[in-house]
């Protein structure tokens, strides 16, 4: 099942914006300067879309409640009219106008969280084309300060929030693509932050992922650098401070990272995607914030990303990789002696380009199975798992054109898991329902 949304869908989020405990959508409509809400059934469909003005060239959108009055409301990012779109939902699935908010120029990515402790909901947004950030503090009614601005580094595009240093004041990081660095932002828990701390990164940071990599229960980062084919262990003080960066060697083109526990020691690991040469690389902990020199798997053509997971119920993480250019997924399961058994690689046809996957189980028989977003034949394949860890032939349903992410979820309570499907070219997204 698709449903219309406007001209080319830019980001999604998920809530009950009409409290009938039913999951709804909002869709960021970037080239028509709306948003999409589509209320939920309950049953795995949606009404049609209901649309709401922006500002200019609306590019990332976020969810909560900003007047606490238990209905959620929405905070879109407007690239190109440099302002935050506030808009106040009634719990009935309708949304009051919007109420725009200066923020920096080019806003790229919108967080929501509560910067100064007051159990109101404040606004952090990355202004890419003016190097900041802009914090705007919640008033609880809806209504918000004036922004706070503080600099970052170069052209900064993702933004997270955690706590660095454990005072229990969020604090802000951001990667900075234009001048190669990591920008952290120390919250004084009053709304305000500290002065920017950079951390020089190599060259073209492409992925970062998070963990406590020495067991010190301190927030650590780890970085993948496409340029020069490393990643880059940064080990955190816990007091918003990081170490200088400890570079390992990966294959080449390092495109996507993850982290976990691959020989069950307790101790995380590290995994790579490697675009270039095709393989994929995997760096095993010693706990003590160090890691062992690579360990290297053949995949298929362009792995482009990486997850992991338990496939065989043996308590050990295996891992999928997916491959852009081969129109596969491969499948690689943990063995007990460190390593992972040769990839198992499922076929998505000719022309297909896998350009994402998940992973459930689809047919409530306690094995892990697969579904990929199959851009160039627009379809989702879906690979039901054997409990003899091979996977059955793939079964192919039809979307719109380029389906480009897919994702799953359980929308109408059966228990049964559903799909959904964001279609590039048709702006629109798909929903398939479980039976």
Same mark, same amino acid.
Request: hydrophobic fraction near 35%; charge should be negative; proline fraction near 3%.
């Given at each position: 099942?698709?449903?219309?949304?406007?001209?080319?869908?830019?980001?999604?989020?998920?809530?009950?914006?009409?409290? /009938?405990?039913? !999951? /709804?959508?909002?869709?960021?409509?970037?080239?028509?300067?709306?948003?999409?809400?589509?209320?939920?059934?309950?049953?795995?469909?949606?009404?049609?879309?209901?649309?709401?003005?922006?500002?200019?060239?609306?590019?990332?959108?976020?969810?909560?409640?900003?007047?606490?009055?238990?209905?959620?409301?929405?905070?879109?990012?407007?690239?190109?009219?440099?302002?935050?779109?506030?808009? +106040?939902?009634?719990?009935?699935?309708?949304?009051?106008?919007?109420?725009?908010?200066?923020? #920096?120029?080019?806003?790229? &990515?919108?967080?929501?969280?509560?910067?100064?402790?007051?159990?109101?909901?404040?606004?952090?947004?990355?202004?890419? !084309?003016?190097?900041?950030?802009?914090?705007? !503090?919640?008033?609880?009614?809806?209504?918000?300060?004036?922004?706070?601005?503080?600099?970052?580094? &170069?052209?900064?595009?993702?933004?997270?929030?955690?706590?660095?240093?454990?005072?229990?004041?969020?604090?802000?990081?951001?990667?900075?693509?234009?001048?190669?660095?990591?920008? =952290?932002? !120390?919250?004084?828990?009053?709304?305000?932050? %500290?002065?920017?701390?950079?951390?020089?990164?190599?060259?073209?940071?492409?992925?970062?992922?998070? #963990?406590?990599?020495?067991?010190?229960?301190?927030?650590?980062? =780890?970085?993948?650098?496409?340029?020069?084919?490393?990643? &880059?262990?940064? +080990?955190?003080?816990?007091?918003? &401070?990081?170490?200088?960066?400890?570079?390992?060697?990966?294959?080449?083109?390092?495109?996507?990272?993850?982290?976990?526990?691959?020989?069950?020691?307790?101790?995380?690991?590290?995994?790579?995607?490697?675009?270039?040469?095709?393989?994929?690389?995997?760096?095993?902990?010693?706990?003590?914030?160090?890691? %062992?020199?690579?360990?290297?798997?053949?995949?298929?053509?362009?792995?482009?990303?990486?997850?992991?997971?338990?496939?065989?119920?043996?308590?050990?993480?295996?891992?999928?990789?997916?491959?852009?250019?081969?129109?596969?997924?491969?499948?690689? +399961?943990?063995?007990?002696?460190?390593?992972?058994?040769?990839?198992?690689?499922?076929?998505?046809?000719?022309?297909?380009?896998?350009?994402?996957?998940?992973?459930?189980?689809?047919?409530? /028989?306690?094995?892990?199975?697969?579904?990929?977003?199959?851009? #160039?034949?627009?379809?989702?394949?879906?690979?039901?798992?054997?409990?003899?860890?091979?996977?059955?032939?793939?079964?192919?349903?039809?979307?719109?054109?380029?389906?480009? %992410?897919?994702?799953?979820?359980?929308?109408?309570?059966?228990?049964?898991?559903?799909?959904? =499907?964001?279609?590039?070219?048709?702006?629109?997204?798909?929903?398939?329902?479980?039976?």
């Amino acid at each position: 099942m698709s449903y219309a949304t406007s001209f080319w869908p830019r980001s999604v989020a998920v809530g009950d914006f009409n409290n /009938d405990i039913r !999951l /709804d959508i909002v869709v960021a409509n970037q080239y028509d300067n709306t948003i999409s809400v589509l209320l939920g059934y309950g049953n795995g469909s949606f009404a049609n879309q209901t649309k709401y003005s922006t500002g200019n060239t609306p590019f990332s959108v976020a969810v909560g409640d900003f007047n606490n009055d238990t209905h959620l409301d929405i905070v879109v990012a407007n690239a190109n009219d440099n302002t935050v779109s506030v808009l +106040l939902g009634y719990g009935n699935g309708s949304f009051a106008n919007q109420i725009k908010y200066s923020t #920096g120029s080019g806003g790229v &990515s919108v967080a929501v969280g509560d910067f100064n402790n007051d159990t109101h909901l404040d606004i952090v947004v990355v202004n890419q !084309l003016d190097n900041t950030v802009s914090v705007l !503090l919640g008033y609880g009614n809806g209504s918000f300060a004036n922004q706070m601005i503080y600099p970052t580094g &170069s052209s900064p595009w993702p933004v997270a929030i955690d706590d660095f240093n454990n005072d229990t004041h969020l604090d802000i990081v951001v990667a900075n693509w234009g001048d190669n660095t990591i920008t =952290v932002l !120390l919250g004084y828990g009053n709304g305000s932050f %500290a002065n920017q701390t950079r951390y020089l990164t190599d060259s073209e940071p492409r992925s970062v992922a998070v #963990g406590d990599f020495n067991n010190d229960t301190r927030l650590d980062i =780890v970085v993948a650098y496409y340029g020069n084919n490393t990643v &880059s262990v940064l +080990l955190g003080y816990g007091n918003g &401070s990081f170490a200088n960066e400890t570079k390992y060697s990966t294959g080449s083109g390092p495109q996507f990272v993850a982290v976990g526990d691959f020989n069950n020691d307790n101790r995380l690991d590290i995994v790579v995607a490697n675009w270039n040469d095709n393989t994929m690389s995997v760096l095993l902990g010693y706990g003590n914030g160090f890691f %062992a020199n690579q360990m290297t798997y053949s995949t298929g053509i362009s792995p482009s990303s990486v997850a992991v997971g338990d496939f065989n119920n043996d308590t050990r993480l295996d891992v999928v990789v997916a491959n852009l250019n081969e129109k596969s997924v491969s499948v690689y +399961l943990g063995y007990p002696n460190e390593g992972f058994l040769n990839q198992m690689r499922l076929i998505t046809g000719n022309g297909s380009r896998p350009k994402s996957f998940a992973i459930g189980d689809f047919n409530n /028989d306690g094995q892990t199975d697969i579904v990929v977003a199959n851009s #160039g034949t627009n379809n989702v394949g879906i690979f039901l798992k054997y409990d003899n860890d091979s996977f059955a032939s793939q079964v192919t349903y039809s979307t719109d054109s380029s389906p480009w %992410a897919v994702a799953i979820g359980d929308f109408n309570n059966d228990t049964i898991l559903d799909i959904v =499907v964001a279609n590039h070219d048709n702006d629109n997204v798909g929903i398939f329902r479980g039976w």
